[in-house]
């Protein structure tokens, strides 16, 4: 039987004996299983991440598939592309947007 801790309020006794029953019933026994699930649920979210950068990276030109890039690598990359395209729609030369073809050589 659980030990009871005497509190010197009595407004107070109901509250302390439940929380005491509580972690002695089991409290540090929901611990692990809720970590193991926050762990899952972490893992689940990185595998969607990592998928979703491997399939920005197969959008990118100029990036041969068998090239490994670092996620920060293909957002710049990326941002480079979107930025070349929303040039090419405005209307801008071509010339002007060389400076991201030379910006992923240099990479």
Request: aromatic share 4%; hydrophobic share 35%; charged share 30%.
């Amino acid at each position: 039987m659980p030990r009871r801790k005497r509190s010197s309020s009595t407004s107070c006794d109901i509250f302390d004996d439940d929380f005491e029953d509580d972690l002695d019933s089991g409290g540090q026994q929901q611990l692990p299983v809720q970590r193991n699930a926050a762990n899952a649920r972490e893992r689940a979210r990185m595998r969607v991440l990592s998928s979703a950068f491997c399939r920005l990276k197969t959008k990118l030109p100029w990036v041969p598939p068998d090239t490994k890039l670092s996620k920060l690598d293909t957002l710049r990359l990326a941002k480079g592309y979107i930025q070349q395209l929303e040039a090419i729609l405005a209307g801008e030369p071509i010339e002007d947007n060389l400076q991201i073809a030379s910006h992923h050589n240099n990479l």
